[in-house]
C-alpha cells in the first residue's frame, strides 16, 4: 500500500522509526512532514494527510503529534477521512475491523517506537469486515452529508 505520513515537532524521531517499519514491512510511505524540529502547527499536517487519504493520493494515513489527538481532529475535519486514536494494538485492529478506520494517529508521548510498531503493524495488516459494520459507516457519512 501507499502510506502517507503526518506529524509535529514532538513525533520527529518516532516518525522516522515508524517510516522505516513501513517500508520494512514492504509499504511506500510518503512523508507530508513537518521535517524539523521547529515548534509548529499539528492541524496543518493532519489535514494534509487528510486530504491525501480523501483523495486517494495514498491509501491510509498515519498521523503522530504528542497524544495523536490534535492531529487526528483535524483529520477528522476532511470528508471522507476516519482517524482512530490507538495507543494500543486491539484498538487498532478494531478501528479497521469494524471502523474502516483509513487514518491511524498516536502519541509519541503516550507510546514507545516499539509498541508504536506494533499498533501500525495490526493496523496495516487487518482489513474492514464490512456486512453490518458496512451500515454504520454509512451511518457515520451520513452524518457528514448532514453536516
Ligand atoms: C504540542 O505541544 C502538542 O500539543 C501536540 O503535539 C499534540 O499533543 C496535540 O494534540
Not at 32 to 53: F, I, L
Request: net charge negative; with cysteine.
Amino acid at each position: 500500500m501507499k502510506i502517507g505520513i503526518g506529524n509535529d515537532h514532538s513525533a520527529l524521531d518516532l516518525k522516522a522509526e515508524i517510516i522505516e517499519f513501513v517500508k520494512s514491512k514492504g509499504h511506500e510511505v510518503v512523508d507530508y512532514g513537518t521535517y524539523t524540529s521547529e515548534s509548529c502547527d499539528y492541524p496543518v499536517y493532519g489535514e494534509k494527510v487528510g486530504r491525501a487519504v480523501a483523495a486517494g493520493e495514498v491509501d491510509r494515513g498515519i498521523l503522530i503529534c504528542g497524544t495523536g489527538l490534535g492531529i487526528s481532529l483535524a483529520a477528522n475535519k476532511v470528508k471522507g477521512v476516519r482517524a482512530a486514536v490507538c495507543s494500543e494494538p486491539y484498538t487498532a485492529k478494531m478501528s479497521r475491523l469494524h471502523n474502516d478506520c483509513n487514518v491511524l494517529a498516536f502519541g509519541a508521548r503516550v507510546v514507545g517506537a516499539e509498541l508504536a510498531k506494533m499498533i501500525v503493524d495490526v493496523w496495516l495488516g487487518t482489513e474492514f469486515e464490512g456486512g453490518r459494520h458496512q451500515r454504520r459507516v454509512d451511518l457515520l457519512n451520513a452524518i457528514e452529508e448532514r453536516n
